[in-house]
């Protein structure tokens, strides 16, 4: 587990409740971690990688955790709504992409949701916080180490996501 998602999980596991989204899981530990230590949540993993997407079911299968497993790009038609998000976005990516995927979780996320991201400084972490605030009424830095910064957003702003 890398640095940043554990930043976040430790930042995130004593607040969360209800439906919660591994978003770019990957091959799945912050949801399975989340569905292990909370076993009230209902977790689902998002990931576009097909081969992720595999590795994730089989990890929660060794893991003995019920969790939902989507293979998809992002959460465009999801046709879900969640409490919760967590997200360690692909840098690698683009701006473009991790932008969309802020914009797609504010609009997924149930009245009183909140969205948690990890972002290290030198990857954008203020320019990041900014544009997040166009978003969310709410950014709060809840935590930072070695670089990497936890923000939590609330309150979506419905005019800005559509």
């Excluded at 004593?14 to 989204?21: I, P, T």
């Excluded at 993993?45 to 992002?74: H, K, M, P």
Aim: glycine share 10%.
């Amino acid at each position: 587990l890398d640095e940043g998602s554990e930043l976040m999980l430790r930042a995130s596991l004593g607040r969360m409740s209800g439906a919660v989204l591994d978003l770019g899981c990957g091959w799945g530990p912050v949801g399975i971690i989340t569905a292990r230590l909370c076993p009230a949540c209902r977790v689902t993993l998002l990931d576009i990688n097909a081969r992720a997407c595999r590795t994730a079911e089989e990890n929660a299968w060794r893991n003995q955790v019920s969790v939902r497993v989507l293979c998809q790009d992002g959460l465009e038609n999801i046709g879900a709504r969640f409490d919760w998000i967590l997200l360690n976005p692909p840098i690698r990516a683009g701006k473009e992409t991790v932008y969309r995927l802020f914009r797609e979780s504010a609009a997924c996320l149930r009245p009183g949701g909140t969205l948690a991201v990890v972002i290290r400084k030198q990857q954008g972490a203020p320019s990041a916080q900014r544009f997040l605030e166009t978003l969310f009424s709410q950014v709060t830095l809840s935590c930072r180490r070695k670089g990497y910064h936890v923000y939590f957003c609330a309150g979506g702003n419905s005019d800005a996501v559509s």
